[in-house]
């Protein structure tokens, strides 16, 4: 079956650079959410589209954007990169916000140097 | 708000034992998930278990059960005859109607040979 495939798989980057994280999500899943997992600390969420609108937004910093477009994947822009954002970043996807179908990616690892 | 607490940061035992990770929750939403996902080195969310708010019945799959008890808001996890491959950090996480998780804190299982 399908998963929810994120790229890169590993990314590094330096100070002051911008990144963009790519999800595409399990056909006919239309909502995606975002995690930022600091290393040491469990995933907290970020931000989620439902149908190409933000559905929900949690403690994402100003210096992010995102986005989803029509087919559903979406993208996660990240300017002005600090060493702090270097992470684990986790896309999700599901059905609407029905949680039966609810499906990680495997993961992009940010590295800011 | 939603919460998820993991007590045991850490659990350390030696193989063939049995070991349980402990998750207690807070909402005020009537209907939720509660989820369990394993997280090896290599970083990817395992998912392990999803169980709904109506559904009480504990569940065995193997050597791994899960305890689901509302009156005391908790989602217990447990391990038989644990192995060396069952080392991992292990996360509770709280889904609600918006569709974003809450995680635990995480536990950080190892498992001795």
């Known amino acids: 079956a399908a998963g929810v495939i994120q790229s890169p798989r590993h990314l590094i980057k330096e100070k002051r650079e911008t990144a963009t994280?790519?999800?595409?999500?399990?056909?006919?899943?239309?909502?995606?959410?975002?995690?930022?997992?600091?290393?040491?600390?469990?995933?907290?969420f970020l931000i989620s589209f439902y149908e190409k609108m933000q559905s929900d937004k949690g403690s994402i910093p100003d210096r992010f954007s995102a986005q989803q477009f029509s087919d559903y994947h979406s993208e996660l822009n990240m300017s002005s990169l600090e060493l702090g954002d270097s992470a684990l970043y986790f896309c999700a996807s599901s059905y609407r916000t029905d949680l039966r179908g609810y499906t990680f990616g495997s993961g992009t690892r940010l590295t800011v140097v | 708000a939603q919460k998820v607490t993991q007590a045991q940061t850490e659990i350390s035992v030696v193989e063939k034992e049995d070991v349980t990770l402990d998750c207690v929750y807070e909402t005020r939403d009537t209907t939720y998930y509660l989820f369990w996902y394993k997280q090896p080195p290599s970083g990817e969310l395992v998912f392990l278990i999803r169980r709904n708010s109506f559904d009480e019945?504990?569940?065995?799959?193997?050597?791994?059960?899960?305890?689901?008890?509302?009156?005391?808001?908790?989602?217990?996890?447990?391990?038989?005859?644990?192995?060396?491959?069952?080392?991992?950090?292990?996360?509770?996480?709280?889904?609600?109607s918006y569709g974003k998780l809450t995680f635990g804190q995480g536990t950080i299982l190892t498992v001795h040979p």
């Open chain 1, 21 to 44: 994280l790519k999800c595409y999500p399990i056909p006919r899943h239309d909502t995606v959410y975002w995690y930022q997992q600091g290393p040491g600390q469990d995933p907290q």
């Open chain 2, 57 to 96: 019945q504990n569940e065995i799959s193997g050597r791994y059960s899960w305890n689901f008890q509302k009156s005391t808001s908790s989602f217990n996890f447990t391990i038989t005859a644990s192995q060396v491959v069952d080392s991992a950090v292990y996360f509770c996480a709280l889904g609600t």
